[in-house]
């Protein structure tokens, strides 16, 4: 599970934030470019920009479902993340 105290100081300000223990397996990156970007000196993805609608917010958070590393997080109450189908 993510943990907000190990979000990279690159994400935007938002609710969803990628952590330290990314493993850069470029995922986030390939299937939504529009949201993810990477750090090249540190070789990890963080969040360059949150989402603005509700389907933008399922069909890119939807990446890290696949994502075995599971390191994109919520910040809420739950940490449950919101998937597209």
């Given at each position: 599970?993510?943990?907000?105290?190990?979000?990279?100081?690159e994400?935007?300000k938002?609710?969803?934030y990628?952590?330290?223990q990314?493993?850069d397996?470029?995922?986030?990156?390939e299937?939504?470019?529009?949201?993810?970007?990477?750090n090249?000196?540190g070789?990890?993805?963080?969040?360059?920009?949150?989402?603005?609608t509700?389907?933008?917010?399922r069909?890119a958070?939807?990446?890290?479902?696949?994502?075995?590393?599971?390191?994109?997080?919520?910040?809420?109450k739950?940490?449950?993340?919101?998937?597209c189908?």
């Amino acid at each position: 599970m993510a943990d907000i105290d190990e979000k990279w100081p690159e994400n935007v300000k938002g609710k969803y934030y990628v952590d330290e223990q990314c493993i850069d397996c470029d995922l986030c990156r390939e299937t939504a470019p529009d949201f993810f970007t990477r750090n090249e000196d540190g070789g990890y993805s963080f969040v360059h920009k949150q989402r603005e609608t509700t389907r933008a917010s399922r069909c890119a958070w939807k990446r890290s479902k696949v994502a075995q590393s599971k390191r994109l997080a919520k910040t809420a109450k739950t940490s449950s993340l919101v998937y597209c189908r």
